[in-house]
Structure formats: C-alpha cells, structure tokens
C-alpha cells in the first residue's frame, strides 16, 4: 500500500522521525543540566530547517492517511512549536490569499501607519500572533478549524505530561527549543517580502537559489514560485521556478545569511531563465 504522496518525502521524514526519536530518548535518560543545554543550542538550527518541512506538509499532507499525517504533525510540533492546521490556518489560506495586502496579511511586515517594521519586531509580532491570528482564520473555515483544535489540545496534553514527568528535561528539550524555532522561522521570513510594496506576484517575493540552503529547507528558496503556484510540492518547485524565471526582477534574488553563507553557493540544478534583451532598432 502507498503510503506518502510523493516518494521524496520518505527520507526527510525518516530523519525528522529519528531525530524526534533521539529527543524522547534524551528525555528520559540524561539528567545532566549541561548535556542538554548543548543539545538544545545543537539543535536549533536544524529545527529551524524542519520549520520550512512542516510549512510543506501542511500546504500538500505527507500521507494519503490523515491518522499518518496526524502523528507526522506531532512529531513537527515538538520540533517546531508550529502544531497540525495552524500553518493551514495562518499560512495556507491567511498569508497565501493576502500577502499582496498588509492590511490583511496574517504574516504582514507594515506597521499600522503603512511603515516597514525592522526584523526584530517583525519576528516577534508573527512569533506572538502566530496562534491568535490562526484562529481567527479558523473562524471562517470550520474544518481546518476543528483539526487545529484537536491537534493544540493533544500537543498541550503530551506537552503537560512530560512537564508532570520531569519539568526540567521538558522545558530543555521540548517547550524552549519549541519557542526559539517559532521565532526563528518568522524571522526566516520577514525576508521573504518585506519591503516588495506590489501588486505583482512575480515581484512581491524574494528568492535563494543556494544549493545548500534549498536542500536543507525543501526548496523554500524558490518562493515566488510557491506563492504564485502554492499547490506544487516541494519537490517540483526548481523546475517550476525554472518557467517563470524570466518574470521575476533581479532585487528579488537574495544571497542566504547564516549559516547557509558558510557554504560554497553551488549552482541550483536548474539555473534561472533570462530574459531576451531588446535589441535597438537601427534607422
């Protein structure tokens, strides 16, 4: 029987499994203060990455069976603070129907007063309103709205259980690294369209075609294709970005900050199409 939708997803979901595998193992076996300060600053940075993976699974489900797709979002949860629905709720059909609007825009980069916010106070006001503004999504769309519930429910159950069973290994492995990924992934994002003032879709995102950072985040560097066709599985997004390449200006490529710029920028498997110059006319 298959089981995933796409077969790509069978290694990165494997290694988000084991990874969440060896945090329950930590949990109940270590008991120094140290060890798991070092797993947490350790980890960081890779839950962050699983963020952008868990934005996919909830724009195209992993498995065919919800029960699969369910457990698969308790697993991200406890990565990244992000629970199942609430990236339906807030990214889906929020931010993904009004990113070209910041009065509406649920990840929104304006200020009241039409003003850019800085990076700092952008990431935390997405980090902050990130469940408010899912549920006021919900609110219009009863079914996703009922999953989200059920599934903050579970996560505070589980979440609480491990706080009765050892409050401390819970705060270090789960709750704080839970927190500081939330924040991390709306700082990833402020990037994405701050400052891109447009009714344009080709021109309203930004884009990394780092060979380093696409593999670690699932392509998420091909974003103006995402936003103009969010429907297309993560997999597919390079060679869909490949299509429209020449629509995009180029102030809509960025180069990645840390760590990402640690690495050699290899070239992306498919390189960016470039439009035809004009050529003057003589006479």
Same mark, same amino acid.
């Given at each position: ?13 494997? *290694? ?28 960081? *940075? ?13 724009? %195209?489900?992993?498995? /065919? ?71 006021? %999504?919900?609110? /219009? ?73 696409? *593999? ?45 710029? *640690? ?21």
């Amino acid at each position: 029987m298959q089981l995933f939708r796409y077969t790509e997803d069978r290694l990165p979901v494997a *290694i988000f499994t084991a990874y969440f595998a060896l945090d329950v193992i930590l949990f109940f076996t270590v008991q120094s203060f140290w060890v798991l300060l070092l797993w947490l600053v350790l980890g960081i *940075i890779p839950k962050a990455c699983i963020s952008a993976w868990n934005h996919h699974h909830q724009h %195209v489900m992993t498995f /065919k069976q919800p029960l699969l797709n369910r457990l698969l979002e308790i697993v991200y949860t406890f990565h990244t603070g992000i629970t199942g629905n609430a990236w339906v709720l807030h990214h889906v059909v929020g931010h993904h129907l009004h990113y070209l609007d910041q009065e509406k825009d649920e990840s929104r980069w304006k200020r009241l007063d039409g003003t850019k916010m800085g990076e700092q106070e952008y990431s935390l006001n997405v980090a902050m309103t990130a469940y408010p503004r899912a549920y006021q %999504v919900g609110l /219009k769309f009863k079914k996703h709205m009922k999953i989200f519930l059920w599934m903050c429910l579970l996560s505070l159950t589980l979440l609480s259980l491990a706080f009765w069973y050892n409050w401390r290994n819970a705060l270090m492995v789960f709750l704080l690294p839970m927190l500081i990924s939330l924040y991390l992934t709306a700082k990833t994002t402020y990037k994405h369209h701050s400052g891109l003032d447009t009714d344009d879709e080709f021109a309203a995102s930004t884009n990394i075609l780092n060979h380093v950072y696409n *593999i670690c985040t699932g392509n998420l560097g091909y974003h103006t294709a995402h936003h103009v066709k969010m429907g297309i599985h993560w997999s597919r997004l390079p060679e869909y970005h490949a299509t429209i390449a020449h629509k995009i200006p180029q102030h809509c490529y960025l180069e990645p900050g840390f760590p990402w710029n *640690i690495f050699p920028a290899h070239a992306p498997a498919i390189q960016p199409a470039v439009a035809p110059q004009k050529q003057p006319v003589e006479g």
